[in-house]
């Protein structure tokens, strides 16, 4: 069965500093991986998504993730913080066995301080 | 906007009492996604249905119970409602492969009292 952890419940980054969310997966067959931003009051949007061909994938709002097999991770990247993306996001893991389950992290909530 | 519709956006009940929620998937798409998000539990895969049939189920309560009608809207039904079951309630929907986008509704507030 897949599973996904979030490492970090919150994390707190300056204006214009690195954003860095991580992912971890547990997968017995080539997942497919989502990241989702949720706002206050929202409902989950996606920012980008792994399934297949490059493992760098580019997403909205200037975000990137990469899909490091070996690691079985998939990072959230964005080079300069913006006040805008305070929110919680959400790393999301789908394969093609046991059902159309996605199973979703546990959320990491972004703080970005002025 | 997602183009999916959740109705009522906020709702209070009290205990024991059964309510049910609403969801409108985008045009076009089959498939319907349950999902419950509380601080405790955070978010929660309830169940899918696609096409008007069940498709996966996941942490589901045997007191709720949900169903995708011919004109592909659902509904989720919850009862015997306890104080725990205050949370958040999204519906998602997409065409139907694990590797599309879910787009997600605004959500229902389910408070129990």
């Known amino acids: 069965a897949q599973s996904v952890t979030q490492l970090g419940s919150h994390v707190s980054v300056s204006e214009g500093a690195l954003v860095l969310l991580r992912c971890n997966y547990s997968?017995?067959?080539?997942?497919?991986l989502f990241w989702y931003v949720q706002y206050p009051n929202q409902g989950l949007q996606l920012l980008l998504k792994?399934?297949?061909?490059?493992?760098l994938v580019k997403g909205i709002n200037g975000f990137e993730a990469e899909f490091k097999k070996s690691e079985t991770s998939f990072h959230l990247t964005k080079p300069s913080a913006h006040m805008s993306d305070a929110a919680e996001y959400f790393c999301?893991?789908?394969?093609?066995?046991?059902?159309?389950?996605?199973?979703f992290g546990a959320g990491t909530r972004l703080f970005v301080k002025a | 906007d997602s183009g999916v519709t959740q109705t009522p956006k906020h709702l209070i009940t009290a205990t024991g009492q059964r309510v049910t929620l609403r969801c409108s998937p985008r045009s076009g798409d089959l498939s319907v996604y349950w999902y419950q998000q509380s601080l405790d539990q955070g978010l929660q895969f309830l169940i899918q249905?696609?096409?008007?049939?069940?498709?996966a189920k996941g942490n589901i309560l045997e007191r709720f119970s949900a169903q995708q009608f011919p004109d592909l809207h659902s509904e989720l039904n919850l009862s015997s409602l306890e104080l725990g079951d205050s949370a958040l309630y999204f519906c998602a929907s997409n065409v139907g492969e694990n590797t599309d986008t879910q787009y997600f509704g605004p959500g229902t507030r389910l408070t129990v009292l």
């Open positions: 999301a893991v789908s394969t093609n066995t046991g059902g159309f389950k996605t199973i």
């Open positions: 249905y696609y096409n008007g049939e069940e498709r």
């Open positions: 792994y399934t297949t061909g490059a493992t």
């Open positions: 997968s017995s067959v080539p997942p497919y």
